[in-house]
């Protein structure tokens, strides 16, 4: 374990040859168009963007069954964002998940965005590019998409863009669960992207420029920057550590589960509506840290509430951290080894009739809450075929009984849809949707 | 420059072996103390955190004449935080001083933070490491002090804790400049504590142990978590792109640098306090950035405001980044190529008597700003010898002149005194001031 930490493992896989492909080539055009510039001082030589063709090698295949940035190992950082569509122009949207699509592709590969024109417009439009990850590789970048309910229909039940008919029951509102507190302002949103990479300067690149492309489309509601992976998506990846100091997601459904995936992850054919067949379901949850009153709790009930060792991350009962807990077991003094409110105890899937979910989740810490305390936490997202069937009996059970409510506040939520995966060049990511 | 990219170049140095240091042995007991478990499930097993004394390759020497950190190479990630003390008690004060700087001297050796006692308590303690890094290596992790005006004297002018005398002359409250929208909340501080480290788990984890160990002497005041490093240290890194997508930092002070150093960033003995000389004066500004006004505006604009090329670096007089610009150069037009009020001209140690910084800023995003906009930008860090001879007249001219101003908004602000290095296991922050 020492040679594969969380972190390094992925740091490890970014080769220092793709570093190339995002960088353009250098065309100095003499003389610049100097049209709105006499003002600003004049000509000025100018870099004219022009696109290299070189293969990045840890780019992360965009095009797929299934969307990229699910199953994919996961990576160390993370730029999650809610939009509001704010065009009433279903054709406007239409377009602009076009335009995503193709800039999703080419920032994947360690590419500009691009943007509604081609790469390298005149000297007075504005870059097609915002240039921060210029030098950047790819750095396994994925971009995901997912729709609201809120797309489907608005506050007043309208149908928005001629598809009401097309939303998932599964899609549900999720329930008030005790003790939430949600903010409207970290909740909800038309549409979402999770951009992931191994550089937190990939993926806020990515969000940018998307959000730069759908100007006047879509507005950014809330967006969230995270870190340090707090699950594990394939076997290759070690359990990462919560900002509790304990291993999470022991559990976790992992790329390798095979039939299981198909169970638990992707929406069947029959599941529901046909456009969403390969898709899957994202739930995602802001869940702010006390962290400085569970830095006061004792060791051993710091064990106690999550059923498990800190250091190994062994259940109560076993040694090693895959070891199957043991519920039934008792100790000397009769009672049960893990509590009956222990964390791993609500959240095992033999409580939930086998009911797992892909967690890929992040750390946050958003500066502090000028009470002397880090506004520090979980940004929870995780992956499922059916929310009403795995998060919501899950959350519904620790919601209840689970000691650690004590040391966590839920104060944001959204669920979306994900639309299977873009198939070829000519698809998009509305294209089973809208057709 | 295809084969090192700021990112990469950081990321590559942290050897797998040394992940092994943080790792403690677990030992299991069998049985806990389990005083007051009864209720949560009766005895568990723990695991006794024991220290490994493996050293650790990717960590920075903690002790030295200066303070690591500064002309360190500098690091991908930050965690900054700002403290006020809210003891009255001058012994509490310097107690916690030589407590953190133990913890730190741990930290950065990639071990556990360690507390009050020692490491590894009873059962009933709270635990004397968060252990959120237990798995993760030292991560090159600095971690440098500093103190704020406020620490030597109170609003009303009265000696806090004995030490109004030393207070340095040039750590004056820097002036209003125009355009400043700065907020108390986001500025000052006591204390301060840069954490840097090329993994953010690992500099997050060090600033949440120190507050831990503060608990009851010091408040957290403001922090903020940064990515990306915005200036280069040494030769050996590339200068990387601020979030306008422009190379910054050019003309940055870096290690190599020598009597230069000694001239425009360490505090010299005749300076001023001697309990200063070896040290430095840090200024911190929180600067957002307009992005979305700034990425659609053209890019021939974008170029002859920075007067430099975006995509090389290079002036707009020459063709490498490091060109010297020619500001005497004038166009076909007689207009001068880089206009008079251009970034590179106003900033230029030409232009200040030669004034020059370290600069050792990251990129934030903080999320969205509730209408529609990232609420990102640069948070600005840099040491120097005198603050009143360069920050203040740079950033004057600055304030002035600078287009860029259209573009940015200065909302936090501070200014510290950086003590000299630690020199040996008895020496602590604490010692020149404090004696």
Redesign the interface.
């Known amino acids: ?8 493992g992925d ?2 896989t ?1 080769p ?2 793709a ?2 492909s995002r ?2 080539v ?1 065309a100095a055009t003499g003389i ?3 049209a ?3 003002a ?8 004219a ?1 022009a696109q290299d063709a070189a293969p990045a090698a840890d780019a992360v295949a965009f095009r797929g069954a299934h969307q990229a940035g699910i199953v994919t190992a996961a990576q160390d ?1 993370l ?1 999650f ?1 809610a939009f ?1 569509v704010v065009t009433r122009d279903r054709d406007h949207l239409v377009a602009l998940l076009r335009q995503w699509t193709a800039a999703a592709a080419r920032m994947t590969a360690g590419q500009a965005a691009g943007g509604s024109g081609a790469v390298g ?1 005149p ?5 097609e ?9 790819p ?1 396994q970048l994925t971009l995901t998409v997912g729709f609201g309910a809120s797309l489907f229909r608005d506050a007043a039940g309208r149908d928005r863009f001629g598809i009401a008919a097309h939303l998932p029951p599964a899609l549900a509102p999720l329930p008030h669960f005790p003790g939430d507190q949600l903010r409207p ?1 970290l909740s909800g949103g038309d549409l979402c992207v999770q951009a992931c990479a191994n ?3 990939v993926a ?1 690149h990515a969000i ?1 420029n998307l ?2 492309i759908g ?1 006047g489309t879509v ?7 995270g ?2 992976r707090t699950s594990a998506t394939t076997r290759a990846q ?1 359990t990462p ?6 291993k999470d997601g022991t559990a976790n459904l992992r790329a390798e589960d095979g039939a299981l995936l198909e169970e638990q992850l992707w929406v069947q054919p029959g599941d529901g509506p046909q456009w969403l067949a390969g898709g899957t379901y994202l739930v995602s949850r802001k869940i702010k840290m006390l ?2 009153t ?12 999550f ?1 498990r ?4 991350g ?1 259940p ?1 009962t076993g ?1 090693d951290e895959f070891d199957r807990p043991d519920f039934a077991a008792t ?3 009769g ?6 409110e ?1 964390h791993v105890r609500l959240a095992h899937p033999d409580q939930h009739g086998g009911a797992r979910m892909l967690r890929r989740g992040y ?1 946050f ?4 809450d ?1 009470l ?3 506004d ?1 936490g979980l940004f929870f997202l995780a992956f499922q075929r059916d929310p009403r069937r795995q998060f919501v009996p899950v959350q519904r059970a620790l919601a209840r009984s689970d ?1 650690l409510n004590e040391y966590i506040r839920h104060v944001g939520s959204a669920v979306f849809a994900c639309p299977p995966g873009v198939r070829d060049a000519g698809d998009h990511w509305g294209r089973t949707l809208f057709g």
Do not use: C, Y
């Open positions: 374990m020492a040679a594969q930490t969380p972190h390094q740091r490890s970014v220092a040859a570093a190339v960088r353009r250098l610049a168009g100097v709105g510039l006499a600003a001082g004049g000509a000025v030589a100018r870099d963007f950082r730029h964002a509001d417009g000297a007075q439009a504005p870059p590019d915002t240039g921060e990850a210029l030098d950047l590789p750095a302002e550089d937190p300067q806020v940018r959000a730069r100007f507005s950014l509601r809330w967006s969230q920057l870190f340090g070690s550590r919560n900002l509790m100091g304990f962290v400085e569970w830095d006061r709790t004792s060791l051993a009930e710091q064990e106690a509430i059923g060792t800190k250091g190994s062994a109560l040694r100790g000397a003094d009672r049960p080894v893990i509590a009956p222990a750390h810490v958003d500066g502090s000028g002397g305390r880090m520090a000691v």
